[in-house]
Nanobody, 125 residues
Framework: QVQLGESGGGSVQAGGSLRLSCKAS????????LAWFRQAPGKEREEVAT??????HYADAVKGRFTISLDNAQHTGYLQMNNLKPEDTAMYYC????????????????????WGQGTQVAVSS
């Protein structure tokens, strides 16, 4: 059972940056996919970024602005968010699941078993 806990959310102006952290209760670097999701009010949850070993994937909406990473020694994942936009406002969640290749990429169409409680990000214009 993997436990996850996010931190680092907050309120920023458009163009600003935030770094979200996801602390895991155990080593997830070698065999798990780590993902960040977000859900805005009235919208469906969407996958923002995934990480497995050296493989990363980003949603088109955040490509070039967000960076996902994992510090294995600290059992902590990160989502560096730069040039934030008001449309990035949402609750952000990290999730983990045993890694699987989904046909075109690692972590594709994965059912995530472990979730954090979420951290709120608000971006004002």
């Amino acid at each position: 059972q993997v436990q996850l806990g996010e931190s680092g959310g907050g309120s920023v102006q458009a163009g600003g940056s935030l770094r979200l952290s996801c602390k895991a209760s155990q080593d997830i670097g070698s065999t798990y996919c780590l993902a960040w999701f977000r859900q805005a009010p009235g919208k469906e949850r969407e996958e923002v970024a995934t990480f497995y070993w050296i493989h990363t994937h980003y949603a088109d909406a955040v490509k070039g602005r967000f960076t996902i990473s994992l510090d294995n020694a600290q059992h902590t994942g990160y989502l560096q968010m730069n040039n934030l936009k008001p449309e990035d406002t949402a609750m952000y969640y990290c999730a983990a699941a045993p890694a699987r290749f989904g046909g075109e990429r690692w972590c594709e169409n994965l059912e995530y078993e472990y979730w954090g409680q979420g951290t709120q990000v608000a971006v004002s214009s």
